[in-house]
């Protein structure tokens, strides 16, 4: 029976721990077992976890290193297990340079800013060197330049864009004045096509790589396709205006020949086959001959 009892799990490593404890007394170590160890629900006895001294063997230390730049030196502190990238910013105020044109030297070679400086056998009291990479920053400077052209082509892009959507319904609202038969005003349509022609030259003036380029294409075919239509308006526009004067010319030719039936049909049958007749009307005073 005491047997039995000595040995259940949720005492027994709590009494070794006791006993194991120099100078310790059954009560003390009774308490040291039950603060190391814990009986989990499945009935496992597992030990403890101390969250306090996770964090203590978990502590990054700081070191400090040496950097030399020119003629100067520059002390930095920071964690054993940062980047070089991260050195970088560091520097960037003391220094004056960004962090994409620095280049650090330690032990005679050039370190990526991705590399770890404890990898790199960086410790307290490091010594390294940087410098302005005069090339990156060529680069970076020529990168930047070429994206604010970018940015500004695409704006150009955009408000060419809005120039033409705004011409595009004049079009649409004449080709709905043509197409019913109204004559439109032939420098109306001169006048647009000038607009049009106008956008079609800012486009061409537009440098653009990409994306852009392609933009720049489709509106470039838009415009075109816009002045061909008004190509084919004015042509329709000019007949839609000769049948209106042809009406206009045959509508009193025809007044006058209704007038001229209707006076006819007043004439009695004797002036009419006098009038056929055309005889030749000749004055004289002397009544017998006549």
Same mark, same amino acid.
């Given at each position: 029976?005491?047997?039995? &009892?000595?040995?259940?799990?949720?005492?027994?490593?709590?009494?070794?721990?006791?006993t194991?404890?120099p100078?310790?007394?059954?009560g003390?170590?009774?308490?040291?077992?039950?603060?190391a %160890?814990?009986?989990r629900?499945?009935?496992m006895l597992?030990?403890?976890?101390?969250?306090?001294?996770?964090?203590?063997?978990?502590?990054?230390?700081?070191?400090?290193?040496?950097? =030399?730049f020119?003629?100067?030196?520059?002390?930095?502190?920071i964690k054993?297990?940062?980047t070089f990238?991260?050195?970088? =910013?560091?520097l960037?105020?003391?220094?004056?340079?960004?962090?994409?044109?620095?280049?650090?030297?330690?032990?005679? =070679?050039?370190?990526?800013?991705k590399?770890?400086?404890?990898?790199?056998?960086?410790?307290?009291g490091?010594?390294?060197?940087?410098?302005?990479?005069?090339?990156?920053?060529?680069?970076?400077?020529?990168?930047?330049l070429?994206?604010?052209?970018?940015k500004k082509?695409?704006?150009?892009i955009?408000?060419?864009t809005?120039?033409?959507?705004?011409?595009?319904?004049?079009?649409?609202?004449?080709?709905?004045?043509?197409?019913s038969?109204? &004559?439109?005003?032939? =420098?109306?349509?001169?006048?647009?096509?000038?607009?049009?022609?106008?956008q079609?030259?800012?486009?061409?003036?537009?440098?653009? @790589?990409?994306?852009?380029?392609l933009?720049?294409r489709?509106?470039?075919?838009r415009?075109?396709?816009?002045?061909?239509?008004? @190509?084919?308006?004015?042509?329709?526009?000019?007949?839609?205006g000769?049948?209106?004067?042809?009406?206009?010319?045959?509508?009193?030719s025809?007044?006058?020949?209704?007038?001229?039936?209707?006076?006819? &049909?007043?004439?009695?049958p004797?002036?009419?086959?006098?009038?056929?007749?055309? %005889?030749?009307?000749?004055?004289?005073?002397?009544?017998?001959?006549?």
């Amino acid at each position: 029976m005491l047997g039995l &009892k000595s040995r259940n799990p949720g005492m027994f490593p709590a009494a070794k721990v006791g006993t194991s404890s120099p100078g310790g007394g059954g009560g003390g170590g009774r308490e040291a077992g039950v603060a190391a %160890w814990e009986l989990r629900p499945c009935g496992m006895l597992v030990q403890k976890r101390n969250s306090d001294v996770t964090q203590s063997q978990t502590l990054v230390p700081t070191i400090k290193v040496k950097v =030399k730049f020119g003629s100067s030196y520059h002390e930095v502190n920071i964690k054993s297990q940062a980047t070089f990238g991260e050195l970088k =910013k560091m520097l960037a105020r003391p220094t004056g340079l960004n962090p994409l044109d620095q280049k650090l030297v330690f032990r005679d =070679k050039e370190r990526d800013s991705k590399a770890y400086l404890d990898v790199a056998g960086v410790k307290d009291g490091s010594r390294m060197v940087v410098f302005d990479d005069i090339l990156s920053r060529e680069k970076r400077l020529l990168e930047n330049l070429q994206s604010k052209k970018m940015k500004k082509s695409e704006k150009e892009i955009v408000d060419v864009t809005i120039e033409i959507d705004k011409l595009a319904k004049q079009v649409g609202s004449l080709e709905i004045e043509i197409y019913s038969g109204k &004559k439109v005003v032939e =420098k109306v349509l001169l006048n647009l096509i000038e607009l049009l022609m106008s956008q079609l030259i800012k486009l061409d003036g537009i440098i653009a @790589d990409g994306d852009v380029k392609l933009q720049r294409r489709m509106q470039v075919k838009r415009v075109q396709r816009y002045i061909e239509n008004l @190509d084919v308006l004015k042509i329709r526009n000019s007949k839609n205006g000769r049948n209106g004067d042809w009406a206009n010319i045959q509508a009193p030719s025809q007044r006058h020949s209704n007038k001229i039936s209707f006076e006819q &049909k007043l004439m009695t049958p004797m002036e009419r086959q006098r009038d056929s007749m055309k %005889w030749p009307i000749v004055a004289t005073a002397e009544w017998e001959k006549f």
